[in-house]
């Protein structure tokens, strides 16, 4: 059966702390593996695509990793603005639509 | 650049009403996706639509959910019946080609609240 799980579901962090987000993924033939950010009260916001293990996608002070069986979302010196839920999605090989996780609740502290 | 507009933001409605979601999608899109949120959960998809076609609705409940995206004017979806289960908030998303090949982007949602 699919199944994206993220961990943690929520992770508290002092400003310019860096730390990882976790999204692992069992699915039958992955297309894509998307990267999404929202934010209370509005709709996810797209950050990153990535499609074959070994692939990295930076932007500003984010970074998204893929492997077979996972794909990390690392956070380098946050800033409060950062603060958001970050969602993980994959699409499987033939598939019309997004599986998203339920994402990780990241609080970024003054 | 407008973005995907869905209206109403808060739609509340008693048990047995019907509810109409809408949706346009970014200019230049006519790849339209809805999908569910519940509260702790994550977003479930619904159905997939493009101009005048249902490409896909594996994710739509069989009873009381429909779905359309008219040649002119926006994409509904309609809940006939309305439950309390049905309380939640409902996305839609667009793309300039199928999802595989273009990134979905979201509108705000509509938030149901059934009494």
């Known amino acids: 059966e699919d199944q994206v799980t993220q961990s943690p579901e929520a992770l508290r962090l002092q400003e310019g702390e860096s730390s990882s987000l976790n999204c692992s993924y069992t699915v039958s033939g992955l297309r894509g593996l998307f990267w999404y950010r929202q934010d209370p009260g509005k709709g996810p916001e797209f950050l990153f695509t990535l499609y074959s293990a070994g692939e990295e996608k930076e932007k500003e002070r984010l970074k998204a990793t893929l492997t077979k069986k996972e794909s990390f979302l690392h956070i380098t010196a946050p800033k409060p603005e950062d603060s958001a839920t970050y969602l993980c999605?994959?699409?499987?090989?033939?598939?019309?639509?997004?599986?998203f996780g339920t994402g990780t609740r990241l609080t970024v502290i003054p | 650049n407008a973005g995907v507009m869905q209206n109403p933001r808060h739609l509340v409605r008693r048990r047995g009403q019907e509810a109409r979601l809408r949706c346009s999608p970014m200019?230049?899109?006519?790849?339209v996706y809805w999908y569910r949120q519940l509260p702790e959960e994550g977003l479930k998809f619904m159905v997939y639509l493009q101009k005048e076609n249902i490409i896909d609705e594996s994710g739509m409940p069989k009873e009381r959910f429909s779905a359309e995206f008219p040649k002119e004017g926006p994409s509904i979806l309609r809940i006939q019946q309305v439950v309390r289960g049905d309380s939640a908030a409902y996305f839609c998303?667009?793309?300039?080609?199928?999802?595989?090949?273009?990134?979905?982007?979201f509108g705000n949602g509509t938030r149901l609240t059934v009494t």
């Open positions: 999605a994959v699409q499987k090989t033939g598939a019309n639509n997004l599986f």
């Open positions: 200019k230049g899109h006519s790849h």
């Open positions: 998303a667009s793309s300039l080609a199928p999802v595989r090949d273009s990134p979905l982007h």
